[in-house]
């Protein structure tokens, strides 16, 4: 079955550094999405994609994030300034079709640890 | 602000019993509704998808759906120690909204433990 992969599994950074979390979402599918977890906390919504350009973002997603589609398999999620309360599971998920009866597709998550 | 409630637990219940999960939404116009298992550490795993009102079952999961009273369900029958995990209800927003790119809103999750 076609799943969504995501690199690396465990990010470890300094605090202010750059860092890129990597996404291959499932090959048909047309809508992606970023998520994150903090320990202990609820999976809350960063940003969709759709088409190239960003469809939907939340408050989080402030002006420390970008996100990418460099070729036609990857999406990225850059922080620009990393800051401790970044740490958290980040995961990437796709969907088919922009039907909302579509479920989404999670990835095995990227361990953000940030020091 | 969207709002999905569920009680975190723990829910402990035999092994063999039906297990009972329960959410409420705060968004009326929410069509689709999917419950997603998650085991700790591990990414959230699809387990169901609800987009009518009334029951839906997939082996031995059935989900629930009332919109009137803003209530999704699910019920695990035959409970195994495997289905120890944390089951997490997600909505998706109104139809139209955000072009159908919009992120699900997720509860915080219930945790169950099915004991031997």
């Known amino acids: 079955e076609p799943e969504v992969t995501q690199t690396p599994s465990h990010q470890v950074t300094q605090m202010g550094q750059e860092v890129i979390l990597r996404c291959v979402p499932i090959s048909n599918h047309l809508y992606f999405y970023w998520y994150r977890q903090i320990l202990g906390q609820k999976v809350e919504f960063l940003v969709s994609?759709?088409?190239?350009?960003?469809?939907?973002k939340s408050e989080i997603f402030d002006d420390q994030f970008s996100v990418e589609r460099p070729d036609g398999s990857n999406f990225t999620l850059k922080i620009r300034s990393t800051k401790l309360e970044d740490s958290a599971m980040y995961f990437c998920?796709?969907?088919?079709?922009?039907?909302?009866?579509?479920?989404?597709?999670f990835g095995d998550g990227t361990r953000l640890s940030i020091l | 602000q969207k709002e999905v409630e569920q009680n975190s637990g723990p829910l402990s219940v035999p092994e063999g019993a039906i297990a009972s999960l329960n959410c409420t939404y705060s968004?009326?116009?929410?069509?689709?509704f999917f419950w997603y298992r998650q085991y700790s550490g591990k990414s959230p795993e699809l387990i169901m998808s609800?987009?009518?009102?009334g029951d839906k079952e997939d082996g031995r999961f059935t989900a629930q759906l009332n919109k009137a009273s803003q209530y999704v369900s699910l019920l695990i029958r035959d409970s195994q120690p495997s289905d120890s995990a944390t089951y997490l209800c997600?909505?998706?927003?109104?139809?139209?909204?955000?072009?159908?790119?919009?992120?699900?809103?997720f509860g915080k999750g219930t945790h169950l433990i099915i004991q031997p």
């Open positions: 609800i987009y009518s009102n």
């Open positions: 994609f759709y088409n190239n350009e960003i469809s939907e």
């Open positions: 997600a909505v998706n927003p109104p139809l139209g909204t955000g072009g159908g790119a919009d992120g699900l809103t």
């Open positions: 968004d009326r116009g929410s069509q689709s």
């Open positions: 998920a796709s969907r088919q079709t922009g039907f909302s009866n579509q479920p989404q597709h």
